[in-house]
């Protein structure tokens, strides 16, 4: 129990089949009579579409069938909706409907991204597929192209759709506008800044792809994909295909990284499936790394310009952001989320801020759809905040620490609720920071400016803190089952994608009933196996999972202490349970709850109208957040003839509540914090004025690799969380949220030295090194 009970550093069980390469991905999967989709996908960004020339195509040997936009609409398939309206009520400034047309499965009349699918080639193999694809011959009409979100929804830009007036989605008001304004009117201190949130290209290491089965026997569906979120998936092709729920299993083997854009359903899904129906065979289609720098969506996209008011003590009183959200050619599932609700919600951090109120306007562009990736939406919100916190702390000649200190809400204040009437349950903000600043040798940093100085290097550092809302899908799922062979099958709802899952579950299922940790066997990423499960995204795996694991458990001791007061022919209530043994009190009679399990099988030894065996399923809703929060400190140097930034040592303190797994917590800030030093020095995309991705390719799309990541420390404060039994907040995205700001915070404090007052994102060298000469003249 000590090795392997709940806050040990149990050692990641899925490791050892990964490291001798016995894992399944979705390529490893293949059945007999398999054939291969290849999509035809258009090379230019804006066009009406002429004709669909398939004819060279088909006589491709081994070519099976060409499709097109028209044989979907005519077989009654539905295209992809966006399932913002699910989260947020979006209307136009007008307060009429927001406009959000469906995405295509296949285009029809019009393409509106480089990248979008026009046609589907399915043949025996893949390089006959690849060879018909090449065969395709589509007129394409082109027309003029719009990238830039900021200006996008000015009369005269090219127009995507037709029906709609402008390239304007929508129009999201959030908080007090008025009261803000005035405020900011009036206030003794105002910082105003001009932000961009780069836009990403996700990449997670494993490319997407699916294998669509259907059995023309049972009427019945098969999707073999790598989703976070299979249950969602079912639905949304469900939906498309116009079938009942119940025909559809999906099933999620290994992911190599997800982030959020595999949290969604995509064209592929539906078309694979679709297309084994028409040709009665399994469709497999699996993207190359080039096609996933088009077909993925991709990620942020948010500028505008935003002020802090503040009093003479440096005391916060509103902050208002006005922004521009680029969502792409179409609204992508919860494309339209990440910049509205949740980049607002959380706007005002961990600190008491009388006024919030943000004016984004989402609009439509040349661009691949945009949706959620780690954070979504909360990275934006508190990039602005702690951007515009570090201006306001030079303009007032406070510290970094200093401002942040003056106005962190207070642990007595809780239960608190923030200006967005959001209700935090828990949280000492104050005491991450100095946990933070102590592990930092903040002290210690003028030294280290002189030192670097003296190497021709600028020192710079720089703080950032958070507070997340986490848990998406509130409804979750949980299944127990005892085998005769003496393992404990544990089915969840959610889906791993290389957080740990299996040693997590399975440690708090070896916590709750003391079964061996190695009999235990963590399943996930099966619709057949649970009526529902909310996958993972928004942190919520452990607070959701975790509850559910925890309600299944407590069923089942419940029912094995009635079992083994029957066994000892005594009163449940003289009945103890200790680490999976059951005993009579003041004895030393016992007996284990893999014997009662096993008992339990057996109908004539049970209690009377008690049912057999010991397997339990649990489906929660629990709809309470978490709110997860900490303080980091980035610390880097900047070679001035360069442009070069080298982060060397980078601090993360936070409250995730009861800490299951150390190790595992650590590594999910390390690589939260591993992507948004990329997003905040390495990684930009861009489009050229036709619409065209130059940063197509990892030539051109830079990522961090390990020996550009610093040194980290991790530490924790544990506030148990009062939301859910196990006083878990959520932790996937956090390290990703405080990064962003961090590391630019501490990027100005080098650079104002030389006179530098914003960059923006990415900073790489060459920026770096422009804005440097900038501020010479």
């Given amino acids: 129990m000590e090795r392997f009970g709940i806050g040990n550093r149990a ?9 001798k390469g016995s894992g399944q991905f979705l390529d490893d999967i293949s059945f007999e009579g398999t054939t291969y989709a290849v999509f035809v996908r258009s090379p230019v960004a804006h066009a009406n579409l002429g004709k669909i020339d398939i004819k060279s195509c088909m006589s491709v040997p081994g ?3 060409v499709f097109t936009g028209d044989d979907i609409s005519s077989s009654g398939v539905k295209n992809l909706p966006t399932l913002a309206h699910e989260w947020v009520e979006l209307k136009k400034s007008d307060g009429s409907p927001s406009f959000n047309p469906d995405r295509p499965l296949l285009s029809q009349g019009k393409v509106r991204y480089v990248g979008e699918p026009i046609a589907m080639v399915v043949a025996d193999s893949e390089f006959a597929a690849q060879d018909g694809a090449e065969r395709v011959q589509v007129d394409y009409q082109l027309l003029d192209s719009v990238v830039d979100p900021e200006t996008a929804h000015e009369e005269g830009r090219p127009q995507l759709f037709d029906e709609n007036e402008s390239n304007t989605s929508f129009t999201y008001y959030a908080g007090k506008i008025e009261e803000a304004n005035k405020i900011l009117d009036e206030a003794p201190h105002v910082v105003t800044r001009h932000l961009k949130n780069n836009r990403v290209i996700v990449n997670p290491l494993e490319a997407r792809g699916a294998i669509g089965i259907f059995d023309n026997n049972t009427q019945h569906y098969l999707l073999h994909c790598d989703t976070q979120h299979p249950y969602d998936v079912r639905k949304q092709t469900a939906d498309c295909l116009g079938i009942d729920i119940k025909k559809i299993r999906v099933l999620a083997p290994d992911i190599g990284g997800g982030f959020g854009i595999k949290y969604i359903a995509y064209p592929e899904h539906v078309l694979v499936l679709w297309a084994s129906q028409k040709i009665g065979k399994p469709v497999k289609w699996r993207s190359g790394r080039s096609e996933a720098f088009l077909c993925d969506a991709h990620a942020r996209d948010l500028a505008g310009t935003a002020s802090l008011a503040l009093d003479e003590q440096g005391k916060f009183l509103a902050i208002k952001a006005n922004l521009n959200a680029n969502l792409g050619a179409y609204s992508s599932s919860h494309g339209p989320v990440c910049p509205t609700i949740l980049s607002t919600l959380m706007m005002s951090g961990g600190y008491t801020m009388p006024v919030v109120a943000a004016e984004v306007r989402g609009v439509f562009t040349n661009t691949v759809p945009i949706d959620a990736y780690r954070g979504c939406g909360q990275p934006e919100g508190h990039y602005i905040l702690e951007r ?4 306001a702390a030079g303009v007032l000649g ?3 620490d200093q401002i942040r200190r003056k106005n962190f809400v207070s642990p ?3 239960p ?5 009437e959001v209700e935090f349950d828990s949280g000492h903000f104050e005491d991450n920071l100095m946990d933070a600043l102590e592990a930092s040798n903040w002290e210690g940093g003028e030294k280290r400016r002189s030192d670097a100085l003296a190497r021709g290097k600028l020192y710079g550092i720089g703080i950032a803190s958070y507070v997340e809302i986490t848990g998406a899908d509130t409804r979750e799922g949980a299944a127990i089952k005892f085998e005769e062979n003496g393992k404990v099958i544990l089915n969840v709802g959610t889906k791993s994608s290389g957080q740990g899952h299996e040693t997590v579950f399975a440690q708090m299922l070896h916590h709750q009933l003391g079964i061996p940790f190695d009999k235990i066997i963590v399943k996930d990423g099966d619709t057949n196996e ?11 795996s452990m607070q959701m999972a975790g509850t559910a694991i925890y309600r299944g458990s407590e069923i089942v001791k419940s029912k094995a202490q009635e079992l083994a007061a029957h066994f000892f022919e005594a009163s449940s209530s003289d009945i103890k349970f200790d680490q999976g043994d059951y005993f009579i009190i003041g004895t030393d009679l016992k007996i284990n709850i893999m014997d009662l399990a096993t008992m339990a099988r057996d109908s004539e030894k049970l209690p009377t109208g008690m049912e057999a065996g010991l397997d339990t399923a649990v489906d929660i809703n629990h709809e309470t957040s978490t709110f997860p929060n900490g303080s980091h400190i980035c610390e880097l140097e900047v070679d001035p003839e360069t442009g070069s930034v080298d982060v060397v040592n980078y601090f993360a303190v936070s409250d995730y509540g009861r800490v299951m797994n150390p190790s595992l917590l650590e590594g999910q800030v390390h690589g939260g914090v591993a992507q948004g030093i990329g997003q905040a020095l390495y990684e930009r995309t861009v489009f050229g004025n036709d619409g065209q991705l130059s940063s197509g390719s990892f030539i051109d799309y830079c990522m ?12 924790f404060n544990e506030v148990l969380c009062t939301t859910n039994p196990l006083g878990v907040k959520g932790a996937g995205e956090s390290g990703c949220i405080a990064s962003l700001p961090a590391v630019m915070n501490a990027l100005h404090n080098a650079l104002e030295c030389k006179g530098v007052s914003h960059i923006d994102m990415p900073a790489t060298p060459e920026r770096v090194w422009r804005a440097i000469q900038d501020a010479r003249i």
């Fill in 11 to 19: 050692h990641r069980t899925e490791d050892d089949r990964f490291l």
């Fill in 63 to 65: 070519v099976l069938a």
């Fill in 388 to 391: 515009l916190i570090h201006a």
């Fill in 398 to 400: 406070l510290n970094q």
């Fill in 412 to 414: 007595s204040a809780m």
């Fill in 416 to 420: 608190y609720t923030s200006p967005m």
């Fill in 530 to 540: 649970l009526p529902h499960g909310g996958g993972s995204g928004g942190s919520r």
């Fill in 704 to 715: 961090p690799r390990a020996g550009d990541l610093p040194s980290y420390f991790v530490g």
